[in-house]
């Protein structure tokens, strides 16, 4: 490729849906430059030996209330559809989770639970979504007593093992997705479109990025080619100025050089078993909340359904982000709390000096997107960048 008009750092979705729109829709050149030895970042899977499409970064379940983000998507693949369903393992029980009136049923005697039940849609409605630590307020004793059971058997343990913390010191947004359910939907989301990609995320993926206007170098570690220089607010690339818009999806903290420190991420551990079971556990995913110390553990004949005599199922350790260390150097999850969130603001404030960055995505905004947040996200910023172009 000659010199590219637009630089894009990262493969994941929002770097794809840059990548594919600005080659698609304004005839842009684009370069994607990517760290790893493939593309769809933290999407990516693969289908093992025995046919079985495996998540290689952790289950993915694709869900969306946006229908743009949906029809989108849909020019690049076809669809399986899945809903999510999953089971908390409380009190030696395999439980519905999201909490809803059917779990309350599983862990109640049935007087008991239908007083509390009637009781719950009285406060809250039919239907209403209540975040844990908004029912750990309620006045009601009844509801009180409820709220201390969902806390310390579903969520204290979980949260305390997924980020190092408690539920009260990290965001409230974190808890609040997984909320108690007035109803008896056990599914573990509600939006409108709830599918997975027919022939995978990695395939889907391929035929955005199959477009003659885009070069994909893998393995690239971008922050080793890319220099920002902050007395100018020129942008080097290789070494010589770059003209065009640099896209990066990436750390911002890498990108800068670790100037105002290390932003802090948790990682994870995936320990993939092959089992000489047809089936290992009653849905895709079964949480454990408290005793083990892996979060969940996820078998995927339930997502894309195959024939085998056998099952591959993945658990989950979470561990401290560690950028020196290979074992747990992928940044899954930004680490909400205030002060991160107010040294993530000090990054931000560095980008402004560069008219052509754009940053985007969980990584670079350091939030808590879904895939469809980070296609919705990224379709909103080619438009944005289309009609500066006008
Ligand atoms: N959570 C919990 N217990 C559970 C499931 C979730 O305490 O059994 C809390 C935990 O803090 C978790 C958050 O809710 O990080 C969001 O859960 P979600 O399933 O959305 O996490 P993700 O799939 O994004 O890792």
Redesign the pocket.
Known sequence: MKQPDIIVVGSGFSGAVMAERLASQSNKRVLILEQRAHIGGNCYDYKNADGILIHQY??HLFHTNKQHVWEYLSQFTQWHPYEHE?L?SVEGKLVP?PFNLNTLDALYPQEQANEISKLLISHFGEGAKVPILELKQSEEHLLRELSALVYDK???N??VK??GCK?ED?SPE??A??PVVISRDNR?FNDPYQAIPAQGYAALFERMLAHENIEVQLNCDATKRIALDSASGNILFDGAVFHGKLVFTGMLDALFGYIHGDLPYRSLRFDYEHVNVPFYQPATTV?Y?NHEAY??ITEFKHILPVETPNTVIVKEYPQQFDRFDDNCNIPY?PVFNEANITAHGAYIACTQGFKQLVVLGRLADYK?YNMDDAVNNALACYQKLASLDD
Do not use: C
Request: glycine share 4%; charged share 10%; proline share 12%.
């Open positions: 952790g289950p999953v908390s989770l579903f969520f204290v979980y949260t997924q980020w539920p990290i974190v808890t997705r997984v573990y949480n909340p979060t969940r999850y808590y």
